[in-house]
């Protein structure tokens, strides 16, 4: 074990034998910034929700991005930039050995263009990002093979889905985060294998459950009791589910029915030798977060896509069989033995400082925007040994001369970009969610940051006249626009306003369920208020024998610790200072029903 200091943070942090083991192998030396820091600074390269209309720097004609007209960099319309209508070798440029590298890679990144959206093989899905092979979705980022879905994140091999995050293999299913493998489930989280659940938290294998947690295999449960399919309905059709009131009153029941039982330290099934938050059908994977089929994974998060990774660390966002992977984000499809990459995709292997590269390109060093293209430097081409000498020359370089931002933090060869060569506004993007600043921090850091655009819609419905009950909506309600009940005072992006399209009227009235009262940036972050952070905490097992440590949790199983409080300890995101109930797995297994 060796201890660092953060030179972010000025935390410690360590290195351990396995680290050092991956590191060697990738040829890069120790990181400067703690597993914290690292994943902040990655993070503040993906917008993961944002669209705007601005200007084709190709066309001149108004297009929607993820880029906005503030950002930094030239954009052109997707189709444009996959064409053989413009040569990114055209930026060529020589290297300055008397300037930082990572000066110079920044200013090709502000000449060669970018594409205004990261869609592979979309299907009308001009309003979703960030996703590959999505049909007929609408709002639905950071997705792999979406169907039939609105507004959602997270969304893998999905379809008929509306208001989700982090699901995989679900369908017909509203207002959920982190299923697997589930059929008409709403208002629900971490469920697995389940159908027709309302209200549930952490059950696997059930089926027609209402208010239930923790449990297996079960039917026709409602707050964990077991009934006839004849009471269950009647219980059921008590809490009249398609008016605003019953879903208010049934959320308010189920949560605070929640609180009473034990949550486990860690969240995923199916796993060997893992630890984070999120994580599911792995095998060694530490400190990472919503992770799916990966092995051999460390400090890495959003990994969602399947198949899965193998051998990465520092890795935020995408996958899909990607393999030796170190700093990298928004990368994926296919791609071995990439480090320091951005937005690198499609069977690209073998490259350092990437941007925008993709289509099977290889041996590339400091350089954006290349597609099929080999042994190039600042996008300019060399032969195979120059390229080798070159690199070895950039490297040193790298270490004599390093690229030294606002606040101080010295960047040599091993470190990922700074976050003031983002193309977005610190704000902008996910490092927002998770490592929130105030615009005056963000500055004082040297990072940008973009005031809210102006909106001028003028709601013909105000949010306390939203219609509470779907069965009294009719279809000519989709002209209307409609006030968010935020009014524009949270800090979720909120757009003031928003409208019902058609398909989402229809998917209402097919599970009958109210019409939503926020937009959908305001229900996206109130959804993912269920979601942990991506920090991990040393804890005790809070079980006590009969009960946990509160009394809140009167415990049905039997502890092999019998009345005295346990003794395990783990890594857990549930921070010490919540309120609730964390058991070990051992303890945990002993109260599931």
Known sequence: METKICQNCNKNFNIDAEDKVFYERMKVPYPTFCPMCRAQRRLAFRNERGLYKRKSDWSGEEIFSMYSNESPVKVYERDVWLSDEWDPMTYGREIDWSRPFLTQLYELMLDVPFKANNVVRGVDSEYSNNATDPKKCYLVFNATNPEDSMYSNGVNFSRDCVDCSHISKTESSYESFWLGGCYRTHYSVQCVDSSDLWFSRD?????????????????????????????????????????????????????????????????????????????????????????????????SQYLQETPGCKDCYDFSIWGNVAELVYEATSCGNGVQNIKFALLTQENVHDTEYTVNCTNGSANLFGCVGLRKHEYCILNKQYSKEEYYELVDKIKKHMEDMPYVDGAGHSYKYGEFFPVEMSPWAYNETLAQEYFPLTKDEALAKGYRWRDTDAKNYVPTVLAENIPGDITEVSDDITKEIFECAHKGTCNHNCTKAFKVIADELSFYKKIGVPMPTLCPACRTMERLKFRLGMELYDRTCMCAGASDITGQCKNMGTHSHEGSPCSETFKTGFSPSGDAIVYCEKCYQQEVA
Request: positive net charge; charged residues 25%; aromatic residues 14%.
């Open 203 to 299: 059950c696997q294998g059930c089926l027609n459950c209402f208010g239930c947690v923790n449990l297996r295999n079960k039917s026709y449960c409602f707050f964990n009791e077991q009934l006839s399919k004849e009471e269950y309905n009647i219980k059921l059709a008590e809490y009249k589910l398609n008016t605003r009131a019953g879903i208010e009153h049934a959320t308010y029941d189920a949560h605070n029915f929640w609180k009473k039982f034990p949550n486990k330290n860690h969240q995923g099934i199916k796993n060997y030798d893992c630890d984070g938050s999120y994580v599911g059908n792995s095998k060694n994977v530490h400190e990472s977060f919503l992770i799916r089929e990966c092995e051999n994974i460390k400090y």
